[in-house]
């Protein structure tokens, strides 16, 4: 059985900082692209930023580059996103989710496979 599993998520103040991590199961992590995507209230769910579990790449919406940081533990089978700077607006629900390789880069949510169940971040201002 396939899962992805989010951590992490809280409340937080404006500038600050939180990581979330996802742990994968169920299928073999290399041949994934692992994403990153939230959902906000009455918005549509908006890609984050995605990594290649074979080979690291990293790729980030322009709205978080320079204070989102992708990275993977491949012996862990988790991905992490370090979530600097924090705005108001980055608050949504947070989800990790898989597709395949082929996929990489892709902030299209058709694309991804599987889904977690979402994490709440809320930053205050």
């Known amino acids: 059985e396939v899962q992805l599993v989010e951590s992490g998520g809280g409340l937080v103040q404006a500038g600050g900082s939180l990581r979330l991590s996802c742990v994968v199961s169920?299928?073999?992590?290399?041949?994934?692209?692992i994403g990153w995507f939230r959902q906000a209230p009455g918005k549509e769910r908006e890609g984050v930023s995605c990594?290649?579990?074979?080979?690291?790449?990293?790729y980030y919406a322009d709205s978080v580059k320079g204070r989102f940081t992708i990275s993977m533990d491949n012996a862990k089978n988790t991905v992490y996103l370090q979530m600097n700077s924090l705005k108001p607006e980055d608050t949504a629900v947070y989800y990790c989710?898989?597709?395949?390789?082929?996929?990489?880069?892709?902030?299209?949510?058709?694309?991804?496979?599987?889904w977690g169940q979402g994490t709440q971040v809320t930053v205050s201002s």
């Open positions: 989710a898989a597709a395949d390789v082929y996929y990489s880069g892709s902030f299209v949510p058709e694309r991804y496979d599987y």
């Open positions: 169920g299928f073999t992590f290399d041949d994934y692209a």
């Open positions: 990594v290649s579990s074979r080979d690291g790449t990293s």
